[in-house]
């Protein structure tokens, strides 16, 4: 089984982690594709290795000696490399560095550095190919990857590797320079090799065994996701559960690649394993697991707009929608009853101007019916089997009208793999306790 693992801040952050990383490649064979992120926090207030090159690029930016941060980060990797007894020269790589930010250079190759050495440190310590990044993962200048190119040249240098180390978080524009993904990024060059490379399977390695069921800060020790589809994943990461960076699932998922979310920290776990399909999950008559998750987020704001023989007009909705649309700002839901309808969205987004868009709605539809209300939190219960199961929603709001909360809001996704309920703000935590209890043994 061909796999790419690609292993996260925590797992680099010293030469202690760097040992667990090199013991979980060497347990399988097929780990042969290795992407690592730049050292993160070794504890909470650490610092992690690109916010103080984030950090070193402001200093030359505003022209205040940079030396001082830059010491902490090559302390940082020397420590790595004397722990683990390494015959690499770092000094060299540093002087580049420096020359480089002494003339001014882009932020994202400092920032890129993280990760660069990083891989190098690795490389040595297993003994393996390091392959920069720059040479095979590939940019337009807008910005997108140029995925043929990046693929070509990745299968290449690939084929000719035993064992590779390959930094994470960058790649190169077409005259040469270095291009950084967003922020946690490493997790999309990780999906984009297992892609390349039609790895069987794309492993993310974290400081956590995968996904739980709810957020154990409400639920006490919730259950592990085992197996999710990214269908499912997508709903409950919207609502705030998120261990992947959102654009690192395309790749993998387009190649129907199943990443599987594991613990360095925790090898033995077999972690979340999200698939494409998930026949199986829908088709497991274990009636103990149902759903797969739930998650939610407070602060949301309703606009509610009622009309007389609403049913019987065209195109209220959407001269509602376009008060919001001609503002840029984006919905979320849009549950409608026979001669009403209400537009959710986060609360935030309206702040300022909740009162001017009221009174824009009522003369858009015609109504005086406009109200708004703040204090809704939205708690997704998401579950495939569900589509194929009666019963589900009556459980789900017995569960909340047993523990007296008030559901002020209902919208199921289209899709049926999930119920989406709005309560009160002061209830959300209760309302969760109560459905995980309710369908979670
Ligand atoms: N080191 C980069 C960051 O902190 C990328 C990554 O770790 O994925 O954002």
């Known amino acids: 089984m061909l796999k790419v693992a690609k292993f996260g801040g925590t797992s680099m952050a010293d030469a202690v982690q760097f040992k667990k990383v090199n013991e979980i490649v060497k347990d399988d064979e097929g780990r042969k594709f290795v992407v690592v992120s730049a050292p993160g926090k070794r504890f909470k207030e650490d610092n992690k290795i690109t916010d103080l090159l984030y950090l070193t690029h402001a200093h030359i930016k505003y022209s205040v000696p940079y030396a001082p941060v830059f010491k902490i980060i090559e302390d940082r990797f020397n420590s790595i ?23 001014k250079c882009d932020e994202d190759y400092i920032v890129s550095r993280g990760e660069y050495l990083s891989a190098m440190l690795l490389a040595s310590y ?12 590939f940019f ?41 993904f967003s922020r946690g990024g490493s997790d999309i060059t ?19 065994s995968g996904f739980l069921m709810a ?26 559960a998120s261990v992947l960076h959102d654009e690192a699932v395309f790749p993998a998922r387009q190649a129907g690649i199943p990443i599987n979310i ?67 700002i984006s919905i979320d839901h849009v549950p409608s009853g026979i001669d009403s309808f209400s537009i959710v969205l986060p609360a935030e987004e309206v702040e ?26 939205l708690i997704t219960t998401v579950g495939i089997k569900m589509a194929f199961k009666p019963g589900i929603s009556a459980k789900l709001f017995k569960a909340l009208g047993d523990n007296s909360i008030n559901i002020r809001m209902i919208d199921q996704g289209s899709s049926e793999i999930n119920i989406i ?18 369908f979670v043994k």
């Open 81 to 103: 490399k004397e722990e683990l007894k390494l015959n690499i020269d770092l000094d060299h790589e540093f002087e580049a560095i420096k020359e480089k930010l002494d003339n």
């Open 352 to 377: 300022r101007i909740s009162h001017e868009l009221v009174e824009e709605l009522k003369t858009k539809c015609n109504t005086e019916n406009v109200h708004m209300y703040k204090n809704l939190s």
């Open 262 to 328: 594991r613990n360095t920290n925790e090898p033995d776990n077999p972690g979340t394993i999200i698939v494409g399909e998930g026949k199986d999950i829908a088709e497991n008559h274990d009636d103990n697991h149902i759903i797969t998750g739930i998650a939610g987020k407070k602060n949301f704001a309703v606009f509610y707009i009622h009309k007389e023989h609403m049913a019987n007009e065209v195109g209220v909705i959407k001269k509602a929608l376009e008060v919001f649309d001609d503002r840029g």
């Open 126 to 137: 297993m003994e393996c190919d390091f392959i920069d990044a720059k040479d095979v993962i």
């Open 215 to 240: 957020d154990p800060r409400i639920v006490k020790e919730p259950k592990q996701i085992q197996k999710i589809t990214y269908q499912e994943l997508r709903e409950l990461s919207y609502m705030g």
């Open 190 to 208: 990780g999906s984009i090799i297992s892609a390349a490379v039609k790895a069987d399977v794309y492993e993310n390695w974290t400081d956590v």
């Open 421 to 438: 309920v709005g309560v009160e703000d002061r209830d959300f935590e209760k309302a969760i306790k109560a459905i995980y209890d309710a």
């Open 140 to 180: 337009n200048y807008d910005g997108t990857v140029n995925v043929v190119k990046t693929h070509e040249k990745l299968a290449d240098a690939l084929k000719a590797s035993k064992k590779a180390i390959i930094p994470g978080f960058y790649g190169s524009y077409p005259d040469g320079s270095i291009k950084t």
